[in-house]
T-cell receptor, first 115, second 114 residues
Framework: GAVVSQHPSRVICKSGTSVKIECRSL??????MFWYRQFPKQSLMLMAT?????????EQGVEKDKFLINHASLTLSTLTVTSAHPEDSSFYIC???????????FGQGTRLTVV | AQSVTQPDIHITVSEGASLELRCNYS??????LFWYVQSPGQGLQLLLK????DTLVQGIKGFEAEFKRSQSSFNLRKPSVHWSDAAEYFC????????????WGLGTSLAVNP
């Protein structure tokens, strides 16, 4: 199957700083990528849909100025958590949609801890 | 509204026993249906998917699922569970539209007793 690389897998940052998470589709082009947040022992919560070359579509309740998404190429989307707070600590997962096989492939996730 | 229900939050089975994880959906048309597995601290791996055709779908790791339109269900089954199957299982429905957003169930946590 197709491979999606998400980096970093773990990051610890100080309150008030910003953290960038990258999501790359390694062997296919993804015009659409999705960013999720997952709390412990809970399901995935869709934060935003990222479309290459256009602005991301954010789900209700997700602050677009806090969670900046950039999808500048067909293989890369980034999520930047700005002015991080401890409550932003979570597991963030990206997925990339392969329209060729009508399937979304997932990255391995990023464990963000804000101290 | 589109929704996915996984009625069982947690299931424990003995190794070698059969398994069935339930999934019910609410959707206005025939959906695309998926089952994913997530190991602790990991991303998600697709077990199987249903788009059309044969309603019994075979997946990886010995899993299968059956689409039943009359019951709006897509239950996941495995004849004999292995200890390595212990994980979180998510059912998802393709929300259609241009962005193909997935609608997720809350997940079922599977524990396997030796």
């Amino acid at each position: 199957g197709a491979v999606v690389s998400q980096h970093p897998s773990r990051v610890i940052c100080k309150s008030g700083t910003s953290v960038k998470i990258e999501c790359r589709s390694l062997d296919f082009q993804a015009t659409t990528m999705f960013w999720y947040r997952q709390f412990p022992k809970q399901s995935l919560m869709l934060m935003a849909t990222s479309n290459e070359g256009s602005k991301a579509t954010y789900e209700q309740g997700v602050e677009k100025d806090k969670f900046l998404i950039n999808h500048a190429s067909l293989t890369l989307s980034t999520l930047t958590v700005t002015s991080a707070h401890p409550e932003d600590s979570s597991f963030y997962i990206c997925s990339a949609l392969s329209r060729a096989v009508a399937e979304a492939f997932f990255g391995q996730g990023t464990r963000l801890t804000v101290v | 509204a589109q929704s996915v229900t996984q009625p069982d939050i947690h299931i424990t089975v003995s190794e070698g026993a059969s398994l069935e994880l339930r999934c019910n959906y609410s959707y206005g048309a025939t959906p695309y249906l998926f089952w994913y597995v997530q190991s602790p601290g990991q991303g998600l791996q697709l077990l199987l998917k249903y788009f059309s055709g044969d309603t019994l779908v075979q997946g990886i790791k010995g899993f299968e699922a059956e689409f039943k339109r009359s019951q709006s269900s897509f239950n996941l089954r495995k004849p004999s569970v292995h200890w390595s199957d212990a994980a979180e299982y998510f059912c998802a429905v393709d929300g259609a539209g241009n962005n193909r957003k997935l609608i997720w169930g809350l997940g079922t946590s599977l524990a396997v007793n030796p």
